[in-house]
T-cell receptor, first 113, second 115 residues
Framework: EAQVTQNPRYLITVTGKKLTVTCSQN?????MSWYRQDPGLGLRQIYY???????DKGDVPEGYKVSRKEKRNFPLILESPSPNQTSLYFC????????????FGPGTRLTVL | AQTVTQSQPEMSVQEAETVTLSCTYD???????LFWYKQPPSRQMILVIR????KQQNATENRFSVNFQKAAKSFSLKISDSQLGDTAMYFC????????????WGAGTKLIIKP
């Protein structure tokens, strides 16, 4: 089954404790992206990747890191989480760029205390 | 800064009625795609419909259709014969100027279908 998976689905952590949210797709897509969703703000892009080893900042990259060492994986790293990073996070992939249909993971609900 | 505006934070209609969700955008791209995504209570984001801006014909997917007014930069979504399963948040999205890799998203419209 073609899908984007994210883990964990829910995470509660404390300020400053490094964490990684994994994202994997099995559709051989070139493009992957991370978004955060906050009430009243829609989706905001954090980082995106056009291909292996090629990443770029989105609208709200501060406090986040990403890497794309393999085509299928695109982890999101929070080196020192803060409460303002409490949000719902989505990973997405598409064959090409933003003009293609994006396939989304199930979301990760992160709470930083 | 570019914006995508969904002017209806929440709407509710009776089952089987037709409902239209509005969206305006302000990209200056010449050729681009516009999207409507649906997010049901399960939180899963699902593509509803995609419109290619250079096409005159409005996109249609079963009960879902768009009214695309390029000059007015308006991209509304019409849902015909609404069903309980259409209850969801609906987001429209348009490309960011000069980027093939980024979309800008509206704040969403919460649609409730009442039995």
């Amino acid at each position: 089954e073609a899908q984007v998976t994210q883990n964990p689905r829910y995470l509660i952590t404390v300020t400053g404790k490094k964490l990684t949210v994994t994202c994997s797709q099995n559709m051989n897509h070139e493009y992957m992206s991370w978004y955060r969703q906050d009430p009243g703000l829609g989706l905001r892009q954090i980082y995106y990747s056009m291909n292996v080893e090629v990443t770029d900042k989105g609208d709200v990259p501060e406090g986040y890191k990403v890497s794309r060492k393999e085509k299928r994986n695109f982890p999101l790293i929070l080196e020192s989480p803060s409460p303002n990073q409490t949000s719902l996070y989505f990973c997405a992939s598409s064959p090409g760029g933003a003009g293609d249909t994006q396939y989304f993971g199930p979301g990760t609900r992160l709470t930083v205390l | 800064a570019q914006t995508v505006t969904q002017s209806q934070p929440e709407m509710s209609v009776q089952e089987a009625e037709t409902v239209t969700l509005s969206c305006t955008y302000d990209t200056s791209e010449n050729n681009y795609y516009l999207f409507w995504y649906k997010q049901p209570p399960s939180r899963q984001m699902i593509l509803v419909i995609r419109q290619e801006a250079y096409k005159q014909q409005n996109a249609t997917e079963n009960r879902f259709s768009v009214n695309f007014q390029k000059a007015a930069k308006s991209f509304s979504l019409k849902i015909s014969d609404s069903q309980l399963g259409d209850t969801a948040m609906y987001f429209c999205a348009s490309p960011i100027l000069d980027s093939n890799y980024q979309l800008i998203w509206g704040a969403g419209t919460k649609l409730i279908i009442k039995p």
